[in-house]
């Protein structure tokens, strides 16, 4: 199976301007890619990261291409003689069990959803499927497989569903994340506040 | 293995004030405690309501228990003779599946987090072992066990990660729901809207 990891390398997750300055976003989507490819490492994966430009500082390898994601995946895809996987790049809870669930289900399409309506990682195994990330991606290709007579799997798996794009993200990594993303936040002292029901990252 | 459902009757879901008003909040959920309750039956258990007040409309066992959450789910566990399950009452995703796999996990404690830190459902299967739900109950919950020796198992769902709580809460209701609460809010009007890259719940 490939794997593919879309990277946006250019003014990564700026939905985290109030809480970090723009070299600290690029610093904090950095750890959270390293940990998401040791995450598919220790399962046993070799992914490709897809990003909008070069990053010479990677042992692994890294296709570069400008497009938007959409077109980009797509391109990917239509090439593909094998299944392949696409595994969003800020997926700071990931762990190798949850990508090993991912790739064990069976269908054609077996799509992971993320919170907010995304599909934050997907398996295709048919050459007739394509992706549409804009918008509420899930729906949408659980859509597309339907029409194209597709059998379509959900993993079910809160790991994977936990995108890091807003400020209540981050608790999240802090509370379960286990790699250089929770130490990164805790380094610039990102501690838990409990508000309201639920805890919150807060800075010191 | 027992299965209880904690259940608050008065004033229930404060945090969608600003959405529901107070009536449609307790009809919401009691929406969600339906597709609950069905979930689990379609899982093979009977489970119990455990609710600050009486529930003359349930056909499922009501035991009343006035008492904060904690110290209710304690008095059930103090007296269990068997394993006893503990799953929140606005777990609106759940599936007959996600409530499968907690119950056929492995392990003295296991534990279903929920998003923000708390702890959505747990199965427990020593007499040593009490709750405390107060705050981030899940990191607390993990602590409890270990200082008792306790095996933990954590469960990776999203269906059982997502309560209803707040407004982003109801879009994944509106996106993954397949039971009453999803068709509730459908009948009141919601529906889903894109904003900002994830998916929102809005009333037309």
Redesign the interface.
């Known amino acids: 199976m490939r794997v593919v990891v879309p990277f946006a390398a250019s003014e990564p997750k700026t939905?985290l301007e109030g809480v970090l300055s723009p070299d600290e976003r690029a610093e904090f989507a950095d750890a959270v890619l390293t940990d998401v490819l040791a995450a598919l490492a220790a399962a046993g994966r070799s992914p490709t990261v897809l990003s909008t430009a070069p990053l010479p500082e990677r042992s692994v390898p890294v296709r570069v291409d400008e497009r938007d994601l959409s077109t980009a995946v797509n391109a990917v895809l239509a090439e593909a003689t094998e299944a392949t996987a696409v595994v969003m790049a800020d997926l700071a809870l990931a762990?190798p069990?949850?990508f090993e669930?991912l790739f064990a289900a069976d269908g054609d399409v077996v799509l992971a959803?993320g919170?907010?309506?995304?599909t934050n990682a997907l398996v295709v195994r048919d050459a007739g499927f394509r992706v549409d990330y804009h918008?509420?991606s899930?729906?949408d290709h659980r859509a597309i497989a339907a029409e194209r007579g597709l059998a379509t799997t959900v993993v079910?798996?809160?790991?994977?569903?936990?995108d890091v794009?807003e400020r209540?993200d981050l608790?999240?990594v802090l509370?379960?994340g286990e790699g250089t993303a929770a130490e990164w936040l805790r380094d610039r002292d990102f501690t838990?506040a409990?508000a309201?029901?639920?805890?919150?990252a807060r800075r010191e």
């Open positions: 939905r762990t069990r949850a669930r959803p919170l907010g309506g995304g918008g509420g899930f729906a079910d798996s809160f790991r994977l569903a936990v794009d209540a608790a999240e509370l379960h838990l409990t309201d029901g639920r805890v919150t």
